[in-house]
């Protein structure tokens, strides 16, 4: 199976917030530690004496905490995406990326990476995409608007699920 794409910014954007927050256990991983540093930095100017923090407003850094999480991931993905984006034009925007029973090739620009089925740790299946897991942060995007027909994701299923890759 053959797929030819182009990965834009919302296709950049999606890997980035799929690999950051894709699951609840993603986010929440993320989410804490976003928390963690917020309050590290609110200890700081106080040496760290949790008296002189309860008594200096640790319920506003708290609240300015979670706002501060729950706003900058969202920038976060951003940032990744545009870097993403960034690499991506200096490589070559167009893809082609080639399934078999032995593996994945992908081929953009001059470069061509491939990849037997032992290499991917997983496949999860997003609304828009497929994301092809190398580790639990590198993932390989196959936008779902590359697949032409339904029958184009039927047989992507049965290949992975043939070649043992299991989808989430």
């Not at 040496?47 to 920038?75: Q, T, Y």
Request: charged fraction near 15%; proline fraction near 3%.
């Amino acid at each position: 199976m053959t797929f030819n794409f182009e990965l834009g910014f919302g296709d950049a954007y999606r890997l980035c917030a799929q690999i950051y927050w894709g699951t609840l256990a993603r986010f929440l991983k993320n989410f804490c530690i976003m928390f963690g540093v917020w309050i590290f930095i609110c200890l700081l100017p106080i040496n760290f004496n949790l008296a002189d923090w309860a008594s200096h407003g640790a319920v506003r850094d708290i609240l300015g905490g979670l706002v501060f999480s729950a706003l900058f991931m969202p920038i976060l993905a951003l940032i990744s995406a545009w870097r993403v984006v960034r690499v991506i034009r200096t490589l070559g925007a167009r893809r082609t990326l080639m399934l078999s029973p032995e593996g994945l090739d992908l081929s953009f620009g001059n470069s061509k990476v491939q990849h037997s089925w032992k290499g991917i740790s997983h496949v999860e299946e997003g609304k828009q995409a497929f994301y092809f897991y190398l580790t639990k942060r590198s993932a390989l995007p196959l936008p779902k608007r590359a697949l032409a027909t339904k029958e184009d994701l039927d047989s992507l299923r049965a290949l992975l699920s043939n070649a043992g890759v299991a989808i989430h």
